[in-house]
């Protein structure tokens, strides 16, 4: 098999030797670029990670769901390709405003991934898959409350840029998904994750203005003693 490589070669260079002239494909092929210059190049690499990291999500996700990958590590790498998504996102939010538009111009069929990406956490989390070693209740309750009164606190300080208050929800509607003791429709779920995907669609540094940091902090607040009162903990926040 080797010696028949060998050959091969051989009658390469004789071809090559005996059309000196002739050019190589290289030659021949005109190259076509998709970029003119670096911003225009980094605009398509960001592109192509995007395109990458859909087609990952939706691998994985079939994978959990196939039981080829234990919730461990299907959690943990949901979480971390999740993380690198927000970092992406920030990057191109001009330039992609609309992800489901990204994905349907690009033939992109990625149901699975389009929810995950929009949840924004693991499917582990999203429905309570209870595995040995989680908190106890009554840590959970505990984490719940610390990111409850973090998020208050945030806005109450005048803090208003998506880059800090995207944060502090993430970890509130994360933390609020590990508490069983919630109803699965729980309200306050689902109106943190619908001001989670409005900030999606911001800058880093693009801020709320007035009105919405005032109707997100309600919404917060209501959320809370909603959840306190679930919890038969009262609901005055201070």
Known sequence: GVGGVGGVGGVGGDMASTSPASPS???QVQEVKLWSNKKERQQYDNFANLFALIKTVEKLEKAYVNSA???ERYEAACAELIAKYKTLRNTLVDTVPDVQHFMSTYSMHCVSAKHRLQVGIPA???HRVKRPGDASSAVNVAECVHHYIGAMDTLKLNMAAKDQIAPCLSDLVVSLHKVSQLPADFAGKLCI???LERLDNMRASD????DEVRQLLYDIENSYNTFMQLLGGGGDNG
């Open 193 to 195: 994750r619908r001001w």
């Open 25 to 27: 494909l290289a030659q």
């Open 69 to 71: 990958v234990s919730s």
């Open 207 to 210: 801020e709320l203005g007035e």
């Open 124 to 126: 582990t989390i999203e």
